[in-house]
């Protein structure tokens, strides 16, 4: 097991042999150590999980949570070779067959990132520029502190707008789905 060297581009290949212990992420072929989370993320991402799993119970679509290996290809870049590998907070998928060993290989049809002081300006930033290029429909960021959530939704011109703004009082229509709307007053519940 060889860990990450500063300055050098890595595989999905190589990420795969560092220590499972360990929690990172390859933006650019770049790696990012990941930290524990807080309680707050925690809940948030519990109760985000049961909202998107009760209603997608017994539908085609899965949510995941991380840790969850979410690889985005560039172009036409095999499985072995993406230099890009996410760990999502939440992410939900339509097509199962891209469900592969460690996570998903594709595009999820939407991702959930929930913020901390570490990750923000990779989430606000790098992700967020990455998952609308890949073409994921609906986009949210969640901040703890300040009980907001952003939406960004997939336009016809493959950019996403500026966003719809929720505070912790709010409902939220998810884009992707008829019928399912999150209250987030039960996410934002700690």
Request: glycine share 4%; hydrophobic share 35%.
């Amino acid at each position: 097991m060889s860990l990450p060297i500063e300055n050098k581009k890595y595989t999905y290949a190589e990420y795969l042999t560092w220590p499972e212990e360990e929690k990172w992420e390859l933006i650019n072929g770049e790696p990012y150590m990941q930290a524990a989370p807080s309680w707050q993320h925690q809940s948030i991402s519990r109760e985000l999980m049961l909202q998107f799993g009760e209603y997608l119970r017994d539908k085609t679509c899965q949510v995941f949570a991380a840790p969850f290996d979410l690889r985005l290809p560039c172009e036409n870049e095999k499985d072995r070779d993406i230099t890009n590998v996410y760990q999502p907070d939440l992410l939900v998928v339509y097509d199962k067959s891209k469900l592969k060993g460690t996570g998903y290989y594709g595009v999820p049809d939407m991702v959930i990132e929930i913020l901390s002081p570490a990750t923000a300006r990779i989430d606000r930033l790098l992700k967020f520029n990455m998952y609308e290029k890949a073409g994921v429909k609906e986009y949210w960021i969640v901040e703890p502190d300040t009980k907001l959530t952003s939406v960004f939704i997939l336009q016809s011109n493959n950019k996403y707008e500026r966003p719809e703004i929720y505070t912790e009082n709010d409902n939220v229509k998810v884009s992707i789905f008829s019928n399912l709307v999150i209250e987030l007053e039960k996410v934002f519940d700690f």
